[in-house]
């Protein structure tokens, strides 16, 4: 199994910068694509952004040149740098990464969420 936790989280105003970090831990061999994923109240969870174990990364275009996410293969730990924050960017943010079986995404993993409030 593995664990991520999320940290990082908090309350900024408009126009304000939070990092956002997701620690991964136990099996993380098994770990493929990580990315992070939001859930604002009354809504869908959606995808933030994605990378993958090579460093690609794709962006939600509400984000793009906004956010940053980046991992540490090394530390296995997933970032999300972001910028510019605007009051529709308040949700819980949740860390996800692929479960992988050799080549195969077999399923997935999640951190527990953590808030991001951004007032106006």
Same mark, same amino acid.
């Given at each position: 199994? +593995?664990? %991520? +936790?999320?940290? #990082? !989280? &908090?309350?900024?105003?408009?126009? #304000?910068? %939070?990092? %956002? ?10 770990? !493929?694509?990580? !990315? ?18 090579? &460093?690609?990364?794709?962006? =939600?275009? *509400? /984000? ?5 996410? *980046? ?11 972001? *910028? ?7 949700? +819980?943010?949740?860390?996800? =990464? $692929?479960?992988?079986? &050799?080549?195969? /995404? /077999? !399923? $997935? ?6 808030? /991001?409030?951004?007032?106006?």
């Amino acid at each position: 199994q +593995v664990q %991520l +936790v999320e940290s #990082g !989280g &908090g309350l900024v105003q408009a126009g #304000g910068s %939070l990092r %956002l970090s997701c620690a991964a831990s136990g099996r993380t061999l098994s770990i !493929g694509a990580m !990315g992070w994923y939001r859930q604002a109240p009354g809504k869908q969870r959606e995808l933030v952004a994605i990378i993958s174990t090579g &460093g690609s990364t794709d962006y =939600a275009d *509400s /984000v793009k040149g906004r956010f940053t996410i *980046s991992r540490d293969n090394a530390k296995i730990t997933l970032y999300l740098q972001m *910028s510019s924050l605007k009051p529709e960017d308040t949700a +819980v943010y949740y860390c996800h =990464a $692929d479960r992988m079986w &050799g080549v195969d /995404v /077999v !399923g $997935d993993y999640w951190g527990q969420g953590t808030q /991001v409030t951004v007032s106006s």
